[in-house]
Each structure stands twice: as structure tokens, then as C-alpha cells.
């Protein structure tokens, strides 16, 4: 979108501004009466990008190994 427009173009267009609205989270400038309105998302859900988190070694062990692990030894219920 990024251009303003004014109440009749919105007119003609409204649901697929809306819609790219919705899609993109770019908010959509109407010019009415001298005035700027902006057609924007209340709030823009977050996303999270799982390959950009930090990776992080908490074991050393195999996946096959944490699967074989037991805590059976280790165990103490009275503890």
C-alpha cells in the first residue's frame, strides 16, 4: 500500500486492504477531509523465528542416549 488514499478509493477497495492489512501488518493512510487516518492492527502477533534463538548445550548426550536414560537408581521417593 504505502501511498495515501482517499475515501472513495478505500470505497473500491476496501476488503483487500483490509485484508493486506491484516496480511503484512503495514498500517494503510487515509486522507479524509485534511485529515491523515491510518488503518492499522490493534497489535501485530509476534512470530517466533525458532532458528533465530541462540543454540544452546544443555548435554552432551545423543538423543538415543537421553531416551535410554534411566533415573531408577537415582530415584528416592521419600525424599
Given at each position: 500500500?504505502?501511498?495515501?488514499?482517499?475515501?472513495?478509493?478505500l470505497?473500491?477497495?476496501?476488503?483487500?486492504?483490509?485484508d493486506?492489512?491484516?496480511?503484512?501488518?503495514?498500517?494503510?493512510?487515509l486522507?479524509r477531509k485534511?485529515?491523515?487516518?491510518?488503518?492499522?492492527?490493534e497489535?501485530?502477533?509476534r512470530?517466533?523465528?525458532?532458528?533465530?534463538?541462540?543454540?544452546?548445550?544443555?548435554?552432551?548426550?545423543?538423543?538415543?542416549?537421553?531416551?535410554?536414560?534411566?533415573?531408577?537408581?537415582?530415584?528416592?521417593?521419600?525424599?
Amino acid at each position: 500500500m504505502g501511498d495515501s488514499m482517499n475515501a472513495t478509493q478505500l470505497r473500491a477497495q476496501i476488503y483487500r486492504v483490509l485484508d493486506e492489512v491484516i496480511a503484512t501488518g503495514r498500517p494503510q493512510r487515509l486522507v479524509r477531509k485534511g485529515h491523515t487516518l491510518l488503518i492499522s492492527i490493534e497489535s501485530v502477533p509476534r512470530r517466533l523465528d525458532l532458528d533465530a534463538l541462540p543454540r544452546r548445550h544443555a548435554t552432551d548426550l545423543s538423543p538415543e542416549e537421553l531416551a535410554d536414560l534411566s533415573w531408577e537408581d537415582a530415584w528416592e521417593p521419600d525424599r
